[in-house]
Nanobody, 123 residues
Framework: VQLQACGGGLVQAGGSLRLSCAAS?????????MGWFRQAPGKEREFVAA????????YYADSVKGRFTISRDNAKNTVDLQMNSLKPEDTAVYYC????????????????WGQGTQVTVSS
């Protein structure tokens, strides 16, 4: 499966952005649990959120819980990340990924990755 993320940009603290990730390829998108990760300059890539194949169950990092919402549309082969109340520490490159097996919180559990989209939050 190929993943293409978009929607990043520059926003002031307290603002909102919506990231979207479109999947393509011969594999059925709805078979995959999906996740978002981020990587800030000089830091390791970290888990942000995940959604199961049905969309019924979601997981969040503590740092974004209550501010970010992950959702998916299996008819459109997309997974979105709505980010509200953004903080400067949310600045990072955000990646969508298709889960293969194992813990949702570990990047090693994801088999396919998008190219990343930059999110910059100014103070």
């Amino acid at each position: 499966v190929q993943l293409q993320a978009c929607g990043g940009g520059l926003v002031q603290a307290g603002g909102s952005l919506r990231l979207s990730c479109a999947a393509s390829g011969r594999t059925t998108f709805s078979r995959y649990n999906m996740g978002w990760f981020r990587q800030a300059p000089g830091k390791e890539r970290e888990f942000v959120a995940a959604v199961l194949w049905s969309g019924a169950t979601t997981y969040y990092a503590d740092s974004v819980k209550g501010r970010f919402t992950i959702s998916r549309d299996n008819a459109k082969n997309t997974v979105d990340l709505q980010m509200n109340s953004l903080k400067p520490e949310d600045t990072a490159v955000y990646y969508c990924a298709a889960h293969y097996s194992g813990s949702f919180y570990s990047e090693a559990s994801y088999a396919y990755w998008g190219q990343g989209t930059q999110v910059t939050v100014s103070s």
